[in-house]
């Protein structure tokens, strides 16, 4: 009986550290996420940002490029505002337009889709946390105890039919034997 009431606070002792150590499994699981979370959110402002460099490059480079364009037409003697002078010149405006836009959409693809992690990995840790609050170590060890009281309570009483628990007629034959002698 003594082992089945060890065994039954051990049990529950084992139900509630495994209650805790689930418990801090998906807290660290939400505070992983949560750095996550935030890496990715960092990763999609430098790609932003990384985006925005590239294409103040590429309209300083259009711009020296068309520079470049009127100084040649020029030097040739060409009029800059007719003809195909002046579509060379919005030919150059137009493309550089063109891949300026491209390189803006491009950043902001990819921002998108690390701001599309940075909200999954939230979603993540704010579920873990949920998990985390709903496990209940003292429920776990209660539960795993009351389980347990039962066929405690069970094996009590089948030891009680049998009799385990009577208490033994007092033996007064010790006492039969020195009643006839004690008148002599």
Known sequence: MGLQIFGALSSANAAKANAQSQQEQLN????????NARTSE?????????????????????????????????????DLGVGSA???????????????NTIQANAIKSAWGYRA????????AMSSRAAASAISPSSAFSSS???????????WYTMGKQGAWD???????????????GGR
């Open 167 to 181: 208490k033994p007629a007092p033996d007064y034959s010790a006492f039969a034997d020195h009643k006839g002698q």
């Open 86 to 100: 002046a579509q060379i010149l919005t030919s150059t405006d137009v493309l550089g337009e063109i891949d300026a």
């Open 145 to 155: 105890l009351l389980g347990s009281a039962g066929q405690v309570a069970s094996s």
């Open 28 to 35: 660290f699981t939400a505070n992983l996420a949560d750095v």
């Open 42 to 78: 960092s990763q999609a402002q430098q790609t932003l940002l990384a985006g925005q460099r590239e294409e103040q490059k590429l309209r300083i480079s259009t711009s020296a490029l068309k520079g470049s364009q009127r100084v040649a037409l020029a030097a040739n003697g060409v």
């Open 117 to 124: 992690q940075a909200s999954n990995q939230t979603s993540q």
